[in-house]
């Protein structure tokens, strides 16, 4: 069923929230293939909302239902109002005499008419075989065989080469949380299908499908995701998770889901405030190396189980790669405030001040 939607403002880019995993940007005709009227949906310019309830698909919901009940309708006066069949006795026909030879004649040209008609419906059938499988079934099969990874990256470039640092050959933005279809890995470059386009994204910024939930557990909510900007942080506290055998807040049926089982471990959370609002459970101080290009990434985590918190501080070399300079318990209350290097020639200690 076709929907009247202006092309001009409204084709724009919509985004659709299943299982907790945005995904993103699709057309108006692409989203009304995998969406349904409960569905939660975003556009530019209007807030999260169900997809019946949005102005400019409201339209079609209405549409498909009225069409549904009026088929239903067809049907039931079509089988009430059907004549009733009578059976009637035809007698056969009497065959007309002809001479032996007109019939071998119209038996061989049957015969060739039938063979050619034969042929001819056997390359179409293969014709409509071939096409069907280069244009459907071959990539059907590929998208169904190819790794599912996560973007958790805020925003990742897609390109349609693999080549970094550039704009030209940007083709896209891969939202965090969106699926990719990842076709081959050299390494550095997936080379993947994201949001209907195919193209290559940076391998390090793409995570398994559990990775991904562990790493998105760890955020109570959305001011605390945003509050750990960079995916080196994010990296980290993953790697940390990973190690200590802990997760994020994952319910149990996607937990079955994802890891087959209900995971019996440790669960903590991040608490942030606004990335703006300081002191607060996220800080990024520059002290364990100064003269280093990053800063360090210090956070609070709290234990769900039994609401004890711990300082978790972090710092980057060259690589990106993080290590862990403290560990340390952390009061019931309170946020960092500052956060002090102390060097006694022997030992280096980390003193935090915590305000509220």
């Not at 692409?30 to 309830?53: F, H, N, P, Q």
């Not at 800063?295 to 690589?319: G, H, M, P, V, Y």
Request: hydrophobic letters at 35%; glycine letters at 6%; proline letters at 3%.
């Amino acid at each position: 069923m076709a929907l009247n939607i202006n092309k001009g403002s409204k084709l724009g880019k919509y985004f659709y929230q299943k299982n907790g995993v945005t995904y993103g940007p699709i057309t108006v005709d692409e989203l009304l293939e995998r969406v349904d009227a409960d569905t939660m949906v975003y556009c530019d310019g209007a807030s999260w909302s169900k997809a019946k309830d949005l102005p400019e698909l409201s339209k079609f919901f209405k549409n498909q239902q009225k069409a549904s009940n009026s088929n239903t309708k067809n049907t039931q006066q079509q089988q009430s109002s059907a004549p009733a069949i009578t059976e009637v006795q035809l007698k056969p026909n009497t065959p007309t005499p002809t001479s032996s030879s007109s019939n071998s004649e119209k038996k061989e040209n049957t015969s060739g008419n039938g063979k050619k008609l034969a042929t001819a419906l056997g390359l179409l059938l293969f014709a409509i075989g071939s096409i069907g499988y280069f244009l459907w079934y071959k990539p059907y099969i590929r998208d169904k065989n190819a790794t599912r990874m996560y973007s958790f990256a805020s925003s990742l470039a897609l390109r349609s080469t693999p080549v970094s640092g550039v704009d030209y050959n940007a083709i896209g933005n891969i939202l965090y949380g969106s699926e990719v279809l990842v076709y081959s890995n050299t390494g550095e470059w997936s080379q993947c299908k994201a949001n209907s386009q195919e193209g290559y994204a940076a391998s390090k910024f793409l995570l398994s499908k559990q990775d991904f939930h562990i790493l998105n557990g760890i955020f109570a909510d959305q001011d605390s995701r945003d509050a750990v900007v960079s995916t080196k942080c994010k990296k980290a506290l993953l790697d940390y998770y990973n190690n200590k055998g802990y997760i994020g807040k994952i319910d149990e049926q996607l937990q079955l889901e994802i890891f087959d089982s209900v995971l019996h471990r440790e669960v903590w959370q991040i608490f942030a405030k606004n990335k703006e609002i300081k002191p607060n459970a996220v800080a990024y101080p520059r002290l364990v190396n100064p003269t280093s290009k990053f800063t360090d990434f210090a956070c609070i985590i709290t234990s769900l189980q039994n609401n004890k918190r711990k300082f978790l501080l972090f710092s980057f070399n060259e690589l990106e790669d993080a290590k862990l300079e403290s560990e340390q318990e952390a009061p019931d209350n309170g946020y960092i405030d500052k956060i002090v290097k102390v060097n006694d020639g022997t030992f280096v200690n980390y003193v935090v001040n915590y305000a509220n």
